[in-house]
């Protein structure tokens, strides 16, 4: 690569041409420069210790690799794939380093073994709890109390309420149904009550964001050690190794250029 001066061009914008120093300028204006110093950190730390654990990608595997990564987009033909290429700004041997480097990643994740995973699962497993829930939010504590004590003592049902009075846009219309959520989808102070009740509870109400959220707890499920709860698992795994191996460097980076 040749080196790069302040007055090297990146490229033109209506004619005009973007230089280096623009480039830099942008990054830090635009609050992109330490998203990007740190995605530069991580990739080289990634071939650090893809180095360190000697993670080698045969051709048949990258050409595997390749043809997952194409199906995944939808790019079944040789032209779907220049388009994409061409779309995303990348050259063709860049698009093989692309593919390379997922694998590597994928394969770094490997390197840890599943009894550490489990080990990191046990220690952490109130995380991955979870919950169905159902949920009715009004804007005064007043309103919030009178339709607890319709559900709690009256017997009113919860869905009926949560169509008729509910401010939530994205549940009224499915009785206040919330879906499954994660334990760190709540508030500490909602995760507590949630997982401490039963099936068939309501609980609440409680203040959050100015308004004032009844909860109706459906069914409780307990941790697991799932495919997904796996593989986020590995993912924070290597996402730790690659702090640690940061932290532990030597790093001088120079970004200042000559005229």
């Known amino acids: 690569m040749s080196e790069v001066h302040a007055s090297t061009v990146l490229g033109t914008v209506n004619g005009s041409p973007v230089k280096w120093t623009t480039f830099l300028s942008a990054l830090k204006c635009e609050g992109a420069w330490s998203a990007s110093v740190a995605a530069l950190l991580r990739y080289v730390f990634i071939a650090e210790l893809a180095s360190r654990h ?11 690799a390749a043809d997952q990564f194409r199906a995944r987009r939808g790019l079944h033909k040789a032209s779907d794939t220049y388009q994409w290429i061409a779309q995303e700004l990348i050259e063709e041997d860049e698009f093989a380093r692309l593919v390379e480097h997922e694998l590597i990643v994928d394969k770094l994740k490997r390197v840890f073994s599943d009894e550490a995973v489990q ?41 009926t309420l949560a169509r008729q009075h509910s401010l939530d846009q994205d549940s009224k219309d499915n009785g206040g149904f919330l879906g499954i959520l994660n334990r760190t989808d709540m508030s500490s102070e909602v995760a507590d009550t949630v997982f401490a009740s039963q099936p068939g509870n309501t609980l609440g109400p409680f203040r959050i964001a100015g308004a004032y959220h009844l ?9 697991s050690l799932d495919e997904a709860t796996s593989e986020l698992l590995r993912n924070e795994m290597l996402d730790e190794a690659i702090t640690l191996a940061i932290a532990a460097a030597d790093i001088e980076l120079r970004f200042d250029i000559e005229d």
């Open 54 to 64: 000697q993670i080698a990608i045969a051709d048949s595997e990258l050409q595997a």
């Open 215 to 223: 909860v109706k707890t459906l069914e409780l499920l307990p941790a």
């Open 119 to 159: 080990n990191k699962f046990t220690a952490e497993r109130n995380r991955f709890d979870r919950a169905r829930l159902a949920q009715i939010v009004v804007d005064s504590k007043g309103l919030a109390d009178e339709l607890l004590t319709r559900l709690v003592e009256d017997g009113d049902d919860f869905s």
